[in-house]
């Protein structure tokens, strides 16, 4: 008999079946994922070290079909690297794809995280981390060493570059540059793994500090520095000349060695003298000058030697001194005269072979004393005052010479310079004499002025206005003179044998101290203050006379750069003489250009106004400032900003401006206190 089935099992055999048999493949399954595969450019996975990879990492689901599987949690997990993913659990879309974004740990090399589906085997993926960008140069070797010039340091010198997260950098440029005359023997190096780039450092020839530069594009340049020293000596400077001292003068020589760059080497030299009794060593660098006489000193380094010939001449005793703009002179007792300073019109009466000069105008200048060139022995001498100067002598017999820039008041037959002394063209003999820039006067033994030169305000005194005269003429009046003064502005004044003071010439600044207002006065015309006085001082534009009591009565210009020339607490223009100095006592007052220098009755120096004033300061002062030293000076001479004086001892001494030599101490240095000039020179 058939067996029939029942119609109840074949429903739950459809209702089992249907759904597999009825699959629609056009919808995204949910059926367990088969597999998860990661999507992938085909490119390594490289980033920089702490950061997050450009792209995110993401993975794609499928089922055993191939088919996308959506909706399904994908667990990311840091494997290696210390690194983070964002988000750590994400979930495909349709599909099947799952991302999450990797920022690499801060360690260089591999790094991996994994992908995870539930009942999957996880994607493991892997990345290197990399050095970033330069971001930081640092120096890591070799700055700040010391060395000698033209060689190469002994460290080399490295630097770091290093990304922004501290890793370095490999494979980059850096280009390394040396000033100072340095160089570096690798101009460009690359950096290596551990971000190092280096070179070895030739310093230049110049001792001292010296630079350099390591320069990496794009990041800021790195400065170097090393100390060079000088390398060893192969040459000792050396004195041009024979130095001439006097006796008992204390000397400090100093003598330098240098390298082969010229760089001063430091070093004590050790001396030696061939006549200790003509000069001694007393000390490093100290010598002692003993009799007159010649010696050699010697040192040496390295085995170079130096020898410096001296010669200590016999002491002079000074008689006579004067001051001219630029140039001085001065007479020894053995009636020798002797001229230093500016030397551009022959008015140290031989032609010079000494320094340039550039001030006041370009020309030769003496910076020593030299010897003039006269046969009889001097007694007085004057130097005239302008910048191309010419000066006077008076022998012992009362002859005049005249030498330097041609014209009337040199007293010869024509116009033409001199550049050797020559007599004047008169047959008066004087005890006395003084000259300026275009006039020269002198006291004849018979106490007579004569004057000679340009008569352009009357400055000779004859009586009359314009002209010249090439020869000596008498002023008018007959006045017996003890002394007299040629005044660069074109004047004279005089003290006569009555004790009065005369003066005639320009009087356009009303500055003669007469009174009078003519711009001109052509015969003596007496001083408007009518006494006794004993001393006659004045200069451009000023005077002052001296009573019997030793004060001072002053008169004409007063201001020089705020200064006061005739110290009476102003600076106002004075025109009748009062009393000024300071209300001091003096013996004696000389007029600079803008400075005035007195003794006082012990014949100690003060200086005051707009000059270097030998007190040791570079500034001027409306007070009188004690000269340093306390010496007594016999006589004070004052030119435009230099003052010399002769000691009771017969000693110079000058201070002041010396730009062109005029102080005769051997240089071209100013000088802030008195200096003893230096021995004369043979020429």
Not at 58 to 69: A, D
Not at 262 to 283: F, H
Not at 338 to 359: H, K, M, P
């Amino acid at each position: 008999m058939e067996r029939t089935t029942p119609i109840s099992s074949c429903l739950l055999w459809l209702t089992l079946c249907l759904p597999m048999a009825c699959d629609d493949v056009s919808q995204p399954q949910q059926a367990r994922p088969a597999s998860l595969i990661l999507e992938s450019s085909g490119q390594p996975l490289a980033g920089p070290a702490g950061k997050a990879l450009d792209n995110p990492i993401s993975v794609r689901i499928l089922n055993e079909r191939g088919r996308p599987v959506a909706r399904t949690e994908v667990r990311w997990n840091v494997l290696a690297g210390s690194g983070d993913v964002e988000p750590d659990v994400s979930v495909s879309d349709e599909s099947g794809v799952a991302w999450t974004n990797w920022i690499l740990g801060p360690v260089l090399g591999e790094q991996q995280i994994s992908a995870t589906v539930a009942g999957l085997d996880p994607v493991v993926i892997s990345a290197t981390a990399v050095a970033g960008a330069p971001f930081r140069a640092t120096i890591k070797g070799g700055n700040a060493q010391m060395g000698v010039v033209g060689d190469v340091l002994s460290q080399t010198v490295v630097i770091e570059i290093v990304d922004e997260s501290g890793f370095p950098v490999a494979n980059i440029p850096v280009r390394w540059s040396a000033g100072d005359g340095g160089s570096f023997l690798q101009s460009e190096t690359i950096t290596d793994s551990a971000g190092m780039a280096s070179s070895q450092w030739r310093l230049g020839s110049a001792s001292g500090m010296q630079r350099a530069t390591a320069t990496v594009l794009q990041l800021q340049q790195i400065n170097l520095t090393a100390s060079a020293s000088p390398g060893p000596a192969v040459r000792l400077s050396s004195y041009p000349a024979t130095l001439r001292f006097w006796p008992s003068d204390s000397i400090r020589l100093t003598i330098s060695a240098f390298d082969a760059y010229n760089n001063r080497v430091e070093w004590e030299p050790d001396w030696t003298s061939s006549a200790p009794q003509v000069l001694s060593v007393v000390g490093p660098g100290l010598f002692r000058a003993g009799q007159a006489g010649a010696a050699i000193i010697n040192t040496s380094i390295n085995r170079i030697t130096a020898r410096i010939d001296v010669q200590v001449v016999p002491e002079l005793n000074f008689v006579d001194i004067s001051a001219g703009m630029y140039h001085t002179c001065a007479v020894a007792d053995t009636g020798a005269a002797f001229c230093w300073g500016y030397n551009a019109s022959g008015e140290l009466g031989r032609q010079s072979t000494g320094a340039s000069c550039i001030v006041p105008n370009p020309g030769q200048c003496e910076l020593n004393p030299i010897r003039v060139p006269i046969d009889l022995p001097v007694a007085t001498i004057a130097a005239g005052y302008d910048i191309y100067g010419y000066t006077c002598a008076l022998t012992v017999s009362g002859a005049a010479y005249c030498w330097g820039k041609g014209g009337p008041w040199l007293g010869s037959v024509s116009s033409a310079p001199r550049a050797a002394p020559a007599p004047v063209n008169t047959p008066v003999r004087f005890r006395l004499l003084t000259a300026a820039a275009a006039h020269t006067c002198g006291v004849a033994t018979n106490s007579m002025v004569y004057c000679w030169g340009a008569n352009a305000t009357g400055q000779l005194g004859n009586g009359t206005i314009g002209g010249e005269s090439y020869s000596p003429e008498p002023v008018a009046g007959n006045f017996v003179f003890d002394t007299i003064t040629a005044l660069n502005k074109g004047a004279t004044c005089g003290l006569t044998a009555e004790s009065q003071v005369f003066c005639w010439g320009s009087n356009f600044a009303r500055d003669l101290g007469t009174g009078r207002t003519e711009s001109s006065l052509p015969a003596p015309t007496p001083l408007v203050l009518n006494q006794p006085f004993t001393r006659l001082g004045v200069g451009e534009g000023s005077g002052c006379a001296i009573t019997s009591s030793k004060l001072a009565y002053c008169w004409g210009l007063n201001n020089v750069a705020g200064f006061s020339k005739l110290g009476n607490g102003s600076t106002q223009f004075v025109e009748i003489p009062e009393i000024g100095a300071h209300g001091l006592q003096w013996s004696n007052i000389v007029f600079g250009l803008g400075h005035t220098c007195g003794l006082d009755p012990s014949q100690v120096a003060y200086c005051w106004g707009a000059a270097l004033l030998g007190n040791g300061w570079s500034s001027g002062s409306n007070e009188p400032q004690q000269v340093v030293g306390q010496r007594q000076f016999r006589k004070l001479v004052a030119g435009l900003g230099h003052t010399c004086g002769i000691t009771l001892t017969g000693d110079v001494y000058c201070w002041g401006l010396n730009d062109a030599g005029q102080l005769g101490i051997g240089t071209k240095l100013n000088s802030l206190i008195p200096i003893r000039i230096a021995p004369p020179v043979e020429r």
